[in-house]
């Protein structure tokens, strides 16, 4: 625990070696006070196998951190005066990407002592940039890389809503003593990554209680200007109304501080950079970067006068609420046991108020935390504690029970099934005014699966229907447009052979084979109907008539046109909805998907066909056009299979890799082979472009 704390020597060191009850009172803190950020000092060197980094195939795509568990691995941008002070051995490469990251070196580094060798990162690396070895092999010459990176100043490089972006962000919540390969983490540590310097969490009994706010190793720590999250725990029976309860305050709070304001700015006198940066604050304090900015100013105005002159009155009352200045991200989290059981009632009231406040809902479909019990949440045919002989009643549907309130923003997001769709989900929950629920599949260790498999078992999961991923925003609706998205239009494989590779649902195979598949076949009936209910939900009125044209047989017309996208950060998916936008304004209703959402067989009846595509790592295809390219290639396609179509492909790439935009030009070539008539030549976008 070398540079510790009194407080990690004098007290988290003995409760950490079970000698906590000898401590006399005398040593804690009033009121039983435990500073934040204590878990890097725990150092348990648990993981027998870590991860090591292997620089030349890495694509610095930044998915190894966004899945870690526990924020042990990570990324970091090295200017050259950190280049060369960095440790013998430090491996770096230079940084890929746009003007931002230009003279910048990028580098992995893991935290050995606080790994817990769970493999998330290897089993979801894209380019084999990742490799388990041992641990007495490698950490010792490996941690002074990480202390040196650790160390280094914050930068916050590039757009930090996107998948690369939001981890060159610190994580607020590191080392945490959650299980290896925990599936809850990566959800809150990604939040805190996001907005974490005002967040105000209110945490429900459970799992993340306990990984969150256990005795003396606190996870929750905070940015280098001392931010972080504030955080408070309560019961299963009332988080709800808990968090609720700071939100209200908090609005009542800032409200009496923007009369304060007001009044002083029109009673009272004052520096004139002052009186300006209170008019300021009262035009942006709804607006979390800007308010941040001047908040600070106005506090570093008002001491700077308080420790000179003293403070009137009213800029006195102002400064003893100084910490109301900034904007607060309220959130309420918890399990599922607690949102869709005990303490449901609760929830339901705070969805009802409308008031500016965040759920999210770590979604394990069980009692985790208590050794596997049957939650509302659990699914039909799980077999569970308290459903020995498997769950016989569907899953309680909590986001369309949201939705019906029409002004609550839901989200069902699965990082390891889409990874842009949970971020984009994360910014839009927080940017709304009002009530929102994410509810995030959270892979637990009690379903009987390899941990390490996690990201892939979510991605299995929506592939094969069992989690639906989508966004229902009350904006959309003010401007006119759909406020039901579906993010996971296409099912690409078949339930039962997803439930087979879990044990909670295997074990009633084995004990009862008919039950089994009787229980199983009425959960995928399920899954589909509750998939094309979705579907038809996300359609606009001139999707619904084709839908409905088809289904009765009826001529459908013979000029439509689609946008298809093949989107690995979502940038590609981005510029999909403004070229389908800017379609819909001349007149065309195209239909906008990625192209593994498309049916591929109904190819020849769209007149136009634009894509979007986006080249990842080296010269790979993006997740979400690899089975529409199996197809494509087809030895079976005749040559004239696209004669009656026209199309065009953009493509998105960075002229700093060898196989620049290799997705579009292969495409674009494939549509040629295949008889397709071009609207216009391939074009290719690239990242380093001035103009891009």
């Not at 709304?432 to 994410?438: A, E, F, I, N, R």
């Not at 049916?599 to 790979?620: H, R």
């Not at 290799?662 to 074009?683: H, V």
């Amino acid at each position: 625990m070398e540079g510790s704390s009194k407080f990690v020597m004098d007290i988290m060191g003995p409760v950490l070696a079970l000698e906590g009850d000898k401590l006399p009172v005398s040593a804690f803190e009033p009121g039983g006070y435990m500073p934040v950020g204590t878990t890097r000092f725990e150092k348990r060197a648990i993981a027998p196998e870590i991860p090591v980094w292997v620089p030349d195939k890495c694509t610095q795509c930044n998915y190894c951190a966004i899945v870690c568990p526990h924020a042990v691995v990570r990324p970091f941008l090295l200017d050259k005066g950190e280049m060369k002070a960095a440790p013998s051995g430090f491996q770096t490469r230079k940084a890929k990407g746009g003007a931002e990251s230009a003279g910048m070196n990028y580098t992995i580094q893991i935290s050995s002592y606080d790994c817990t060798g769970c493999a998330v990162c290897v089993q979801s690396c894209p380019d084999d940039a990742l490799y388990m070895a041992p641990f007495e092999k490698v950490a010792e010459d490996n941690a002074p890389h990480w202390d040196y990176a650790y160390a280094l100043p914050e930068k916050e490089i590039g757009e930090k809503y996107t998948v690369k972006g939001s981890q060159f962000q610190k994580p607020l919540l590191e080392f945490s003593g959650a299980c290896a390969g925990c599936g809850e983490t990566p959800y809150m540590k990604l939040a805190t990554q996001l907005f974490g310097s005002r967040m105000v969490v209110a945490n429900a009994s459970g799992c993340s209680s306990v990984w969150g706010g256990t005795a003396t190793t606190n996870p929750y720590t905070v940015t280098k200007d001392g931010s972080g999250p504030a955080w408070g725990r309560s019961l299963f029976e009332d988080n709800a109304e808990y968090g609720f309860g700071m939100a209200l305050g908090t609005k009542q709070r800032r409200y009496r501080l923007e009369d304060c304001v007001q009044n002083a700015l029109a009673t009272t006198s004052g520096g004139h950079e002052l009186r300006e940066a209170l008019t300021k604050w009262l035009k942006v304090k709804d607006d979390p970067d800007p308010c941040d900015a001047i908040s600070h100013k106005i506090i570093e105005l008002l001491s700077s006068q308080r420790e000179l002159t003293g403070l009137d009155v009213n800029f006195e009352t102002i400064y003893q609420q100084k910490d109301m200045l900034r904007t607060q991200s309220h959130w309420i989290v918890g399990g599922d046991g607690w949102a869709y059981d005990i303490g449901f009632g609760g929830l339901d009231h705070v969805l009802s108020r409308g008031e500016n406040v965040n759920v999210l809902v770590l979604d394990t479909e069980m009692y985790s935390n208590t050794g596997g019990q049957v939650s509302k949440a659990t699914q039909l045919a799980t077999v569970t504690k308290f459903a020995a002989k498997g769950k016989r009643q569907n899953k309680k549907d909590l986001g369309q029970a949201a939705m019906l309130y029409e002004n609550v923003y839901v989200a069902s997001v699965a990082l390891g099934a889409n990874m842009n769709q949970c971020v984009q989900a994360f910014r839009d929950a927080e940017s709304y005014d009002g009530t929102s629920l994410v509810i995030a599949y959270a892979p637990c260790i009690d379903w009987g699966i390899e941990m390490k498999f996690m990201m892939d078992e979510m991605r299995k999961a929506v592939d094969s229907g069992y989690w639906t991923l989508y966004r229902y925003d009350p904006r959309r609706t003010e401007a006119k447009q759909n406020p039901f998205q579906l993010d996971s239009r296409k099912l690409k494989s078949d339930l039962k052979e997803f439930l087979v590779g879990q044990n909670r649902f295997e074990r009633l195979v084995r004990l009862n084979k008919d039950t089994a598949s009787s229980l199983h076949t009425d959960l995928s009936n399920v899954s589909h109907h509750r998939h094309e209910k979705f579907r038809k939900l996300a359609m606009d009125e001139y999707e619904m008539l084709e839908y409905l044209k088809t289904k009765l047989g009826e001529e459908v017309s013979t000029e439509k046109s689609i946008v298809l996208y093949g989107s690995e950060t979502g940038n590609a998916e981005a510029l999909a909805g403004v070229f389908s936008n800017e379609l819909k304004r001349r007149g065309v209703r195209p239909q906008c998907m990625a192209l593994d959402d498309f049916d591929f067989d109904t190819l020849q009846n769209f007149k136009n066909v634009y894509c979007i595509i986006a080249t990842c790592g080296q010269g790979e295809l993006p997740g979400n056009c690899k089975e529409f390219w199996k197809l494509m290639n087809d030895a079976n396609l005749d040559n004239d299979f696209l004669a009656n179509v026209n199309y065009t492909v953009f493509g998105l790439g960075d002229s700093g890799y060898v196989f620049y935009n290799e997705a579009a030009t292969l495409f674009d070539k494939k549509f040629e082979e295949l008889g397709g008539k071009r609207i216009m030549p391939l074009a290719l976008g690239d990242d380093k472009d001035d103009e891009k």
